[in-house]
């Protein structure tokens, strides 16, 4: 079974200034996925990044990069230059290889708030 | 745009009515999922489907049933409506490999009142 904990229901930071999002994550397969996903307050899911288990680069998708740390169990989205836009939910998830083609697990989310 | 497209896009109802929530995944998609998603929630698994057949299923109450047709498009059926069934209810599709994202529809809303 795979558990994600996303500890900071609430962020604030400043436009233009990088974000640290926390993720951990618990799981007993050896392969996994992790995955991060932005809802804005029109309630889309969109996703952002993804992260293998075996990857040995951090992954980056333009202003958002992953802080990969496997020994730690942490998926970190680092988001930078923040924008208004920005502001939204993000929600931390994974799902593990031996798991088979099962469900995304979801963290909890922490809001976004970009202030100008 | 996801290419997942779910109707409708809001639904009010009241209580003990049976609604019918419908999904189209993205082309190439053989598995569909159904999320719940209740006021300042996280979202919660509820069940999903591969190729027409049932793969996983989550914290699905009794009411709620779900199916997968032959052309991959897939129901989710709430039933005895209550209060508390008020959510946004997600379906999302994705490839058949574990490292693949799943890729969420627009949700539909469902008011119970």
């Known amino acids: 079974a795979q558990k994600i904990t996303q500890t900071q229901p609430g962020m604030f930071v400043q436009e233009k200034e990088a974000v640290t999002l926390d993720c951990t994550y618990d799981?007993?397969?050896?392969?996994?996925?992790l995955f991060w996903y932005k809802q804005p307050s029109s309630g889309e899911m969109i996703f952002l990044i993804y992260?293998?288990?075996?990857?040995?680069q951090n992954a980056t998708e333009g202003r958002y990069s992953l802080n990969f740390q496997k020994a730690r169990k942490s998926a970190n989205l680092v988001i930078s230059a923040s924008q208004l836009g920005d502001s939204a939910m993000y929600f931390c998830?994974?799902?593990?290889?031996?798991?088979?083609?099962?469900?995304?697990?979801f963290g909890k989310g922490t809001r976004l708030s970009v202030i100008a | 745009d996801s290419g997942v497209t779910q109707t409708p896009k809001h639904l009010i109802t009241a209580t003990g009515q049976r609604v019918t929530l419908r999904c189209s995944p993205r082309?190439?998609?053989?598995?569909v999922y159904w999320y719940q998603q209740s006021l300042d929630q996280g979202l919660q698994f509820l069940i999903q489907?591969?190729?027409?057949?049932?793969?996983a299923k989550g914290n699905i109450l009794e009411r709620f049933s779900a199916q997968q047709f032959p052309d991959l498009h897939s129901e989710l059926n709430l039933s005895s409506l209550e209060l508390g069934d008020s959510a946004l209810y997600f379906c999302?599709?994705?490839?058949?490999?574990?490292?693949?994202?799943?890729?969420f529809g627009n949700g539909t809303r469902l008011t119970v009142t």
């Open positions: 999302a599709s994705s490839q058949t490999v574990y490292n693949s994202p799943l890729h």
């Open positions: 799981t007993s397969d050896q392969s996994y996925g």
């Open positions: 992260q293998g288990s075996y990857d040995e």
């Open positions: 998830a994974m799902r593990g290889r031996n798991s088979g083609n099962t469900p995304l697990v």
């Open positions: 082309s190439g998609d053989l598995s």
């Open positions: 489907y591969y190729n027409g057949e049932e793969r």
